[in-house]
């Protein structure tokens, strides 16, 4: 059978279209103009090409290794070049390019260690007004490996307020080893390793049950067996200020 | 060759033409993609970052260093990252104030309200959720998450609307004023992509923040994870941050 040629020609044209379609659809027109994914892939690419501006605490190693070890076995070691003397990937790049900022200001260094008491507790901290005022930082502390001129060995490094409060109290000449018990790991993560309190009322007993000969208790002696039988003494006494100043 | 059969051979060759050049173009491209793809391969990462609270000292050097690196504006409302300080009140109330807005005085100590029973910082930045509500609400699909898990904007297509600005649950992003389109944390994404550290964690003085991989089976942050009682902010929309937070207080928002 033979098709009319009017079918053959409309046929061919219908074709015709369809394949400039397709090939426009598919082919020709780029991807972006369908899918975000050629635009998200571009902008990946932008991201990822942007300049890099802080060289990082490893590469500084390469020229100044004796300053990099110094702070390496100090107490600033987790702190990288660049936190205090900025970035400075274009002076690791090409040395001539500026030398990195020294901040030598007392400022700079309490950005970090002036009193706040939303601080963790152990960081170390200073009053700026009580502690050298007039002096800059760096004249007595290295900053790649600042040591403390006292170090601080005792509880009131942190725990400064207790320690300046029982200092006036009755209690001045028990160490605090005397009630708590402090593991090593309390010096590095405070709030994860707690000092132990007191839990049985025998721990004050022992200065200040009846019977007992301590001279220094001897104005606080308690019938342990009567007084305040159903609490431990310190949920009624402040054991670092025992009933009020000496 | 007469008019006809010149017809007939132009309809097949300009079509032909353009397949083959389009063929072409799209081999080459493939050939350029090949070594970079080798380099880096984003889907054998899946980034976050673990903030440990109780290091952190307050000092904005985080904010600093990301404002330097990122080129975010300098005023002191605009930030990729940012520090709130909390301060939970004997009556049970909770305030919080940015300090990286403003900063305490250094040359002085603060009198300090007895009233407070506890107080502690808090750094905060886009937490790239997994499953983030902002690229959700993106009309133009500006926004969107990577093969890694960063959630970026294309300041070509973002149009300035703000509706992500108000879709995001943590405040982590802002409108340029430079460029009039959102902007936001991209976890310093043209440097973890070379294998560098964010500019926030390179200069953190007490490693509060650790950034890792969490598809790596030995990184540091996985351990952070497995060491540490973790918490995100705001779980209950389950948005699954990846900015994951070590001891965080109940109060923090």
């Avoid at chain 1, 003397?85 to 020294?102: I, T």
């Avoid at chain 2, 993609?33 to 609270?53: E, F, K, L, Q, R």
Wanted: include cysteine; glycine fraction near 6%.
């Amino acid at each position: 059978m033979r098709l009319p040629e009017q079918v053959t020609r409309l046929g061919t044209v219908i074709v015709a279209i369809l394949a400039i379609v397709l090939l426009l659809r598919f082919v020709i027109l780029p991807e972006s103009l369908f899918s975000a994914r050629p635009h998200q892939a571009a902008k990946v690419e932008r991201e990822m090409a942007k300049p890099v501006r802080y060289a990082g605490a490893t590469s500084c190693r390469k020229c100044h290794a004796e300053q990099f070890d110094a702070k390496y076995g100090g107490a600033h070691r987790n702190i990288g070049c660049e936190n205090c003397h900025g970035p400075s990937a274009g002076h690791a790049a090409d040395e001539k390019a500026g030398k990195p900022p020294k901040p030598r200001e007392r400022e700079f260094c309490l950005g970090c260690h002036a009193y706040q008491s939303a601080r963790p507790n152990g960081f170390p901290q200073v009053d700026p007004q009580k502690h050298k005022p007039k002096k800059r930082c760096v004249t007595c502390h290295d900053p790649h490996d600042p040591v403390p001129p006292e170090t601080p060995q005792d509880c009131g490094g942190c725990h400064g307020r207790i320690e300046r409060t029982k200092a006036l109290s009755d209690h001045a000449l028990l160490a605090c080893a005397e009630c708590h018990q402090v593991t090593e790991q309390h010096m590095i993560r405070p709030r994860q390793a707690l000092p132990t309190k007191p839990d049985t009322r025998e721990s004050c007993g022992r200065c200040h049950a009846v019977g007992t000969t301590d001279p220094a208790a001897a104005k606080a002696r308690i019938d342990m067996a009567r007084h305040g039988r159903s609490f431990l003494c310190w949920q009624c006494h402040y054991a670092h200020l025992p009933e009020g100043p000496k | 060759m007469n008019k006809r059969e010149f017809l007939k051979d132009a309809i097949l060759f300009f079509p032909a033409a353009g397949v083959l050049q389009a063929l072409s173009c799209q081999a080459a491209a493939k050939d350029a993609a090949a070594p970079a793809a080798s380099a880096y391969d984003p889907t054998d990462h899946w980034y976050g970052m673990g903030v440990d609270v109780d290091k952190c000292i307050g000092c904005n050097r985080c904010v600093e260093a990301c404002k330097a690196e990122n080129g975010v504006p300098d005023e002191p409302f605009y930030f990729r990252t940012w520090v709130e300080r909390y301060s939970i009140h004997s009556n049970g109330e909770t305030t919080v104030e940015c300090i990286s807005t403003k900063p305490a005085p250094v040359d002085q100590v603060a009198p300090e309200d007895p009233g407070i029973v506890r107080t502690f910082f808090v750094p905060k930045l886009c937490n790239q959720c997994a499953h983030p509500p902002c690229v959700q609400v993106c009309p133009v699909g500006a926004t969107f998450q990577t093969k890694d898990g960063v959630v970026l904007v294309d300041e070509k297509r973002c149009i300035g609307c703000r509706y992500c600005i108000q879709a995001c649950p943590y405040g982590a992003r802002y409108l340029n004023p430079n460029t009039r389109t959102a902007d936001k944390c991209t976890f310093c994404y043209h440097r973890i992509t070379k294998g560098l550290l964010p500019a926030c964690v390179e200069v953190c003085p007490t490693e509060a923040r650790i950034f890792g991989d969490l598809k790596g089976k030995a990184d540091r942050l996985v351990r952070f994870q497995r060491v540490n009682k973790i918490a995100v902010l705001k779980p209950d929309l389950n948005t699954e941050p990846k900015v994951l937070y070590a001891d965080l207080d109940g109060e923090v928002r």
